[in-house]
């Protein structure tokens, strides 16, 4: 009788622990680390510049899983950046990732007294670079890099050969879903 009583106990003694050992095995899951989500920063031919970042045009499409950065100097000659990225989840994906070529676009324009420059990397092209760093599903932090042509007026051959060279980017976003 006492065995029986004593297989009883055992095999409770057992259930108690594997449930124990099930429950504490269950995974939690751990949102990365990201930045302040307020931060645009590139040096463009070696000078730093800070960018206030544009709220209402920073988004990220869950559709097309795209995602847009956009900025504006404050300071002349006034400048504004916007970075493009395609086909990443930044909801479920590893990171860092890199992107280049078709899945990266950058524009850069310039304007003061003296008129207006665009620049912006050639279509396709893996002269520029974005690399996202981490994400919690609403901030992006990321790095960016790249070599854009002016493209104002196509049809001089000065400003196809007009080019700037961007280093040192990065940011930290809240992109709006659209």
């Given at each position: ?104 676009t950058m524009t850069v324009a ?18 520029c670079s974005v690399t996202l ?46």
């Amino acid at each position: 009788m006492k065995s029986g009583r004593r297989i009883v106990f055992v095999k409770g003694v057992i259930a108690a622990l594997l449930i124990i050992v099930v429950i504490g095995c269950e995974e939690t899951p751990v949102q990365p680390v990201v930045g302040s989500g307020n931060e645009l920063k590139a040096t463009i031919d070696g000078q730093e510049f800070t960018f206030d970042i544009e709220a209402s045009q920073s988004e990220y499409d869950t559709l097309l899983l795209s995602g847009r950065v956009q900025g504006t100097t404050s300071s002349e000659p006034l400048q504004s950046i916007v970075i493009t990225f395609g086909h990443f989840d930044i909801d479920n994906r590893t990171f860092p990732v890199t992107r280049t070529g078709g899945d990266v676009t950058m524009t850069v324009a310039f304007s003061d007294a003296g008129g207006n420059k665009v620049y912006q990397c050639a279509v396709g092209s893996t002269d520029c670079s974005v690399t996202l760093t981490a994400s919690n599903g609403e901030i992006v932090d990321g790095t960016f890099q790249g070599i854009l042509t002016n493209t104002t007026n196509t049809n001089d051959a000065n400003d196809a050969n007009d080019k700037i060279t961007i280093t040192k980017g990065r940011f930290s976003v809240r992109l709006q879903p659209v």
